[in-house]
T-cell receptor, first 114, second 117 residues
Framework: QQQVKQSPQSLIVQKGGISIINCAYE??????FPWYQQFPGKGPALLIA?????SEKKEGRFTISFNKSAKQFSLHIMDSQPGDSATYFC?????????????FGTGTRLKVLA | DSGVTQTPKHLITATGQRVTLRCSPR?????VYWYQQSLDQGLQFLIQ???????AKGNILERFSAQQFPDLHSELNLSSLELGDSALYFC????????????????FGAGSRLTVL
């Protein structure tokens, strides 16, 4: 119940294409859903995040779509660029004992071909 | 630079040894999380501290321990090291002053790469 299931494990997209990464969850106590981008040898960096009372959030070429009833959310990268090649992690946060716990998906390795 | 500082960046040691990884959170952040990332694996939550107190434990081995000091920096101690402990160890910090704030998300450091030979 505390898991966040992420798919696909890896993704290859042509430059200019749309990259789509999906995540699903069970725990309705999750109250915030961030996406992190990680380049090789670096720490994950916050990319974009959404609250469950919002169905979509867009920041530049990155969009989160959120379906509360289906307990699913996805990251869309429009006009994908080679520089977007990285590993992407979805995450979910829930409050517990006056603090937060974060559950991460298993990651998606994205490769954008030039 | 995320504001979360981890040292050392790289560490090579032998099986059976003990190492200490250090993390300084972003200025003002009270909470520190430790994660382990093995090769091509996801982020495994180890332990969380909030303002000096342990708040949550994940898949942390008994050979591992951590603490958060009064100045809020944290140390992760790994002992009786095994080959399988080779991994990237990340520290992340968060504010946790306002539970309703969207600002309460994790900021990660650059990690400490541990190689056990």
């Amino acid at each position: 119940q505390q898991q966040v299931k992420q798919s696909p494990q890896s993704l290859i997209v042509q430059k200019g294409g749309i990259s789509i990464i999906n995540c699903a969850y069970e725990n309705t106590a999750f109250d915030y859903f961030p996406w992190y981008q990680q380049f090789p040898g670096k720490g994950p960096a916050l990319l974009i995040a959404i609250r469950p009372d919002v169905s979509e959030k867009k920041e530049g070429r990155f969009t989160i779509s959120f379906n509360k009833s289906a307990k699913q959310f996805s990251l869309h990268i429009m006009d994908s660029q080679p520089g977007d090649s990285a590993t992407y992690f979805c995450a979910a946060r829930y409050p517990t004992s006056g603090t937060y716990k974060y559950i991460f998906g298993t990651g998606t390795r994205l490769k954008v071909l030039a | 630079d995320s504001g979360v500082t981890q040292t050392p960046k790289h560490l090579i040691t032998a099986t059976g040894q003990r190492v200490t990884l250090r993390c300084s959170p972003r200025s003002g952040d009270l909470s520190v999380y430790w994660y382990q990332q093995s090769l091509d694996q996801g982020l495994q939550f180890l332990i969380q501290y909030y303002n000096g107190e342990e708040r949550a434990k994940g898949n942390i081995l008994e050979r591992f321990s951590a603490q958060q000091f009064p100045d809020l920096h944290s140390e992760l101690n790994l002992s009786s090291l095994e080959l399988g402990d080779s991994a990237l160890y990340f520290c992340a910090s968060s504010i946790h002053r306002d539970l309703n704030s969207g600002a309460n998300v994790l900021t990660f450091g650059a990690g400490s790469r541990l190689t056990v030979l």
